[in-house]
Each structure stands twice: as C-alpha cells, then as structure tokens.
C-alpha cells in the first residue's frame, strides 16, 4: 500500500506563488510516474501536471510557463511549484502516484485559494 501526503497550500494573493510537495510511502516511488490534479467546486478533477519515472513531463495548456513540475526520488517527492497565480487557479490539489500496470494511489489532497 502506498500513502500519499500532500502539503503546501494555502491562501495566496493574485500574482503570488505556492509550493506544493507531495511525499510519498514505499519504494516504489522512482519507477512510478507522478501527477498533480486539481478539483474546484461543482469542476471536474483535471490534471494539471505529470512527471515520468524518467523525468519527462507535461503540462495542462492553462498552466504551461507559469507551474513546474518536479520529483526527487532521494526523498520520495513531487513538487509542485505555482507561479503568477490565478483566482481560477483555486482548487483542492491532489497528488496522484501511476503504476504502468494502471494501478494509481491518490493523495488526501490540500486547498489552494488565490484570491485578494
């Protein structure tokens, strides 16, 4: 079983950053791809951003230039690191741990509010 602690949200005023870290249990945690996804009220969860086992990743189209994803396997962690945040960006935050067999553990989830 793997766990999945999600940390770093809070209110933040538009423009302004957050980092989010999201530490993971077990050891299969470097040969795993990790995601972030959010959820607003009454929205859908959508990813908003994936790193492979190898590094490589991918962005939501809304926030490719101003978020970066990435992982230290050292530690078992994926960040999350937000920049020029927006009010739209408000959501729960969810981090999202993907075995190639189609297995998936999710996190508890943390509350980013932008707003001023």
């Known amino acids: 079983q793997v766990q999945l602690v999600e940390s770093g949200g809070g209110l933040v005023q538009p423009g302004g950053s957050l980092r989010l870290s999201c530490a993971a249990s077990g050891s299969i945690f470097s040969s795993s791809a990790m995601g972030w996804y959010r959820q607003a009220p009454g929205k859908e969860r959508e990813l908003v951003a994936r790193?492979?086992?190898?590094?490589?990743?991918d962005y939501a189209d809304s926030v490719k230039g101003r978020f970066t994803i990435s992982r230290d396997n050292a530690k078992n962690t994926v960040f999350l690191q937000m920049n020029s945040l927006k009010p739209e960006d408000t959501a729960v935050y969810y981090c999202?741990?993907?075995?190639?067999?189609?297995?998936?553990?999710w996190g508890q989830g943390t509350q980013v509010t932008v707003s001023s």
């Open positions: 790193i492979t086992s190898g590094g490589s990743t």
């Open positions: 999202k741990l993907s075995r190639m067999s189609g297995l998936g553990f």
